[in-house]
């Protein structure tokens, strides 16, 4: 599946795409979400009617809309390896497009939830010396996060070694 475009990568070519699974387990973050929500939202109904069904309105109004939203957003979930960095991006309103040299990863990390184990999938997680650019890839399958993960962490070492 390859990602759609925007303008902040419109000069990026070759684009992967995550997993269309990574739907099923979206919609099944977002109804645990609404049902925890709407416990919370009844026991709030008892002790006050006002406040209770605010918050069931709200927990419904934001379960429909990420549901509306969820194949776009995962759509727009893709990266792309270059000669010397990983570029990532995410996002359809709030947009984020991140370049990783691989010369700054120190940790690339294979994560998997029970809904995603389950469907074969799997996160890979890398974390650089900077805080703020830790990326997550989310919805790759099982053997791609194994291959891009040894790929990444010799792509890093040799980079390193050049330092």
Do not use: C, H
Request: glycine content about 10%.
């Amino acid at each position: 599946m390859t990602a759609t475009r925007s303008a902040l990568d419109a000069g990026i070519d070759g684009w992967q795409g995550v997993s269309a699974k990574l739907l099923v387990v979206e919609i099944a973050t977002v109804l645990v979400a609404a049902v925890v929500g709407g416990a919370i939202g009844a026991v709030l109904l008892l002790a006050s009617p006002v406040l209770g069904g605010i918050v069931l309105a709200a927990d419904l109004v934001v379960a429909v809309v990420r549901l509306a939203i969820a194949r776009r957003r995962i759509r727009s979930i893709g990266y792309v390896l270059r000669e010397d960095d990983l570029v990532f991006r995410r996002g359809i309103l709030f947009s984020r497009l991140v370049s990783v040299p691989y010369g700054r990863m120190q940790l690339v990390d294979v994560n998997r939830g029970p809904i995603a184990r389950l469907l074969g999938l799997a996160e890979l997680r890398f974390v650089t010396a900077a805080a703020s650019s830790d990326v997550t890839i989310p919805g790759l399958t099982e053997p791609e996060a194994a291959q891009l993960r040894d790929l990444l962490v010799d792509r890093a070492e040799e980079r390193r070694v050049g330092l």
